[in-house]
């Protein structure tokens, strides 16, 4: 099994600034996956992270909006730049294929 | 269209009773489906894993059912505890490694004493 923790488990920040939250497992893992849930919706995939290459992004999201760095096999960050109400979600982690999910990170912009 | 569709929405039922959630999904070709309860405020955590040839599968008090055929899945919580309490998700995965899984919006659960 995988440990994953996130930090912060939850902020409110103000519009148009940046906010980015780390995820750390406990174990050695080849992708890491971001995921966005907004209220009252299913989990949506933003993007994997792969260790030393760059992130592949789904539909919707792009890399300007969401950077993501991922500098060893055990860490990765996700990044939410120039907030807006909208992009108030819980953001999670995961590993192994989805296996295992973080705690989520809990987001208001207000 | 790949899609995962969950009923009910939302279901409360008294502490010690039994319950049936339900999962449709339309995911083909499809590789395995998973339930996954989330608590409030925490990330999911998976219940169950079936593969496309697998009928049943248990973890304790839960238990779930996949008709392939049918393309329906279910899970059954026994003698429920007011612990159980929480967001119940299905997810399918298509067999594709290109196509991505699919979330259920869930079933909310409210165990009351």
Redesign the interface.
């Known amino acids: 099994s995988a440990v994953i923790s996130q930090k912060p488990s939850r902020d409110i920040c103000q519009r148009g600034t940046s906010l980015t939250i780390q995820c750390q497992v406990d174990s050695q893992v080849t992708m890491m996956f971001w995921y966005r849930q907004q209220p009252g919706q299913s989990l949506t995939l933003i993007a994997t992270a792969n260790q030393g290459s760059e992130a592949t992004y789904e539909s919707g999201f792009v890399i300007d909006k969401f950077p993501i760095s991922r500098p060893n096999l055990t860490f990765s960050t996700l990044t939410v730049s120039n907030m807006s109400p909208e992009d108030s979600s819980i953001y999670l982690c995961s590993v192994d294929h989805e296996q295992f999910f973080g705690p989520g990170t809990r987001l208001t912009v207000l | 269209k790949n899609q ?1 569709e969950q009923s009910p929405q939302s279901l409360i039922i008294l502490e010690g009773k039994n319950c049936t959630l339900q999962c449709n999904y339309t995911v083909s070709p499809f590789s395995n489906l ?1 339930w ?1 309860k989330q608590d409030t ?6 219940l169950t ?1 079936m593969t496309f040839s697998e009928n049943t599968k248990s973890n304790g008090r839960y238990t779930a059912t996949l008709d392939a055929d049918t393309k329906q899945s279910s899970l059954h919580i026994t003698a429920s505890q007011l612990s159980d309490s929480a967001s119940y ?1 299905c ?1 399918a ?1 298509p067999r594709d490694r290109d196509d ?2 699919i ?4 079933t909310r659960l409210h165990i009351l004493p």
Do not use: A, D
């Open positions: 995962v998973r996954y405020g925490r990330g999911p955590v998976s894993i998700i997810v995965r991505k899984i979330f259920g919006k869930g």
